[in-house]
């Protein structure tokens, strides 16, 4: 009987130890695999909706950014018509239905007024004062011309001018339409300042869409609310900072990029912007044509990058667009 009894107390005993043994083996295995969910190297090892709540897109409304480059089109009119001038054969002298391109200086009274630079100036075709033009005739490159009273020239006062040739030029001035469409790709003068106008202006448009885009993404950046971020992956953004040489790689630099990161990627999933196989394409092409080694971190990133612009047109098509209100000037 005792031996039953001490049989079962060792059966009861050894059962204890294993038990308590695969309670210890499982606790590491739980503590391990929390230690990595703790501490993330891979934005794919986290969810990102628990960190980023995105904003409602509907009801967000954005200032069209209008273009600040505001263009001068009469200087700029002025200087294609004298670089075509320029281009024309140069002159000896000062003929009838020539152009030059002059210094000079107004003044009245023995006061000085106004200078100009490289102005054009058509000789026989009436477009300066006869007294003027007679001065002019027959002078050479370099020759300077002081006319005392001269009328009709500069805002309807009588003024004095000296004038120094810098070049003289085989072509009229105004450019007649036949030596433009001849010897340039414009039918007219008017043709070209059309185009010019249409070309500045069209790029003044796509600049002013540009920096509406630009501001899309801080919008609703500056609406996406952010819990803690783990610290093992700001530590891999500043890494990453580093490594491109950014002037500033501190942990809150580090910390708003990744907070950009995971917007875009939570943008993403939720509205089936870019396909994982578009994604995975894409980063394939960039590391074939970029040539450089990738950590699986900015692998990951690099993918999120690539599709920031198809986040940005979604949200054009998505949130409104309050356009500048069209005024006699734009």
């Known amino acids: 009987m005792k031996r039953i009894l001490t049989a079962i107390c060792l059966g009861l005993g050894l059962s204890c130890i294993a038990a308590a043994l695969y309670t210890s083996q499982k ?30 897109l509907e009801g967000i409304t954005v200032q069209e950014q209008a273009s600040e480059d505001q263009e001068d089109y009469s200087r700029l009119e002025q200087e294609m018509i004298r670089d075509i001038v320029i281009s024309a054969p140069e002159m000896k002298e000062v003929e009838k239905k020539t152009t030059i391109i002059a210094d000079y200086t107004v003044s009245g009274s023995g006061k000085f007024i106004e200078d100009f630079t490289d102005s054009v100036l058509g000789i026989g075709t009436k477009q300066i004062p006869e007294k003027l033009e007679k001065a002019l005739l027959g002078a050479k490159k370099g020759i300077s011309v002081n006319i005392e009273g001269l009328e009709g020239f500069y805002e309807d006062k009588k003024v004095d001018v000296y004038m120094t040739i810098k070049s003289i030029h085989d072509i009229e001035y105004p450019i007649p339409d036949n030596y433009m469409s001849s010897n340039t790709e414009y039918e007219s003068v008017s043709d070209m300042v059309r185009m010019m106008v249409n070309e500045k202006e069209s790029k003044k448009r796509a600049d002013s869409r540009q920096n509406t885009l630009n501001q899309l993404l801080d919008v609703v950046f500056e609406k996406t609310t952010f819990t803690d971020l783990p610290e093992s992956l700001v530590e891999e953004e500043i890494a990453v900072l580093e490594k491109e040489g950014n002037d500033d790689t501190t942990y809150q630099a580090a910390e708003k990029n990744l907070r950009k990161l995971l917007m875009l990627k939570r943008l993403i999933e939720q509205h089936s912007i870019v396909s994982i196989s578009e994604m995975e394409t894409r980063l394939q092409n960039y590391e074939e044509s970029a040539k450089t080694e990738l950590s699986e971190y900015e692998k990951e990133r690099r993918m999120i990058l690539l599709s920031e612009e198809d986040v940005v047109n979604y949200l054009y098509k998505q949130i409104e667009i309050i356009k500048e209100p069209e005024t006699l000037e734009n």
């Open 27 to 56: 606790a590491d295995i739980t503590v391990s695999a929390t230690k990595d969910y703790v501490s993330p190297t891979l934005l794919s090892q986290i969810n990102t909706d628990d960190y980023v709540v995105l904003p409602v």
